[in-house]
Nanobody, 121 residues
């Protein structure tokens, strides 16, 4: 069974920083890409940042210049460094991974349980 375990969320004042981590585990898992999504109350879940196993990145316009996504392929782990946090960054942040698992030859994806990030003004 593939599991994604997130950590690093919490409460921070505006202008502060947090680092989120997500580790994917599962025998036979081959990761194609990992990323972070967030969902604020009353809003849809949106992409924050994504990184492929080859290192290509994609960011939401709202976080460019403030957030940095990085990875450790060997550990199937993705990180999100969040700087200059704003109250509008408040949301539940979800880790996502897509790839191949076991004998399956089709692309699948998995989600973490979410971690709360709250930015106070």
């Amino acid at each position: 069974q593939v599991q994604l375990v997130e950590s690093g969320g919490g409460l921070v004042q505006a202008g502060g920083s947090l680092r989120l981590s997500c580790a994917a585990s599962g025998s036979g898992l081959s990761i194609n890409a990992m990323g972070w999504y967030r969902q604020a109350p009353g809003k849809q879940r949106d992409l924050v940042a994504r990184i492929t196993s080859g290192g290509s990145t994609n960011y939401a316009d709202s976080v460019k210049g403030r957030f940095t996504i990085s990875k450790d392929n060997a550990k199937n782990t993705v990180y999100l460094q969040m700087n200059s946090l704003k109250p509008e960054d408040t949301a539940v942040y979800y880790c996502n991974a897509d790839g191949y698992y076991g004998v399956s030859w089709y692309l699948r994806d998995w989600w973490g349980q979410g971690t709360q990030v709250t930015v106070s003004s």
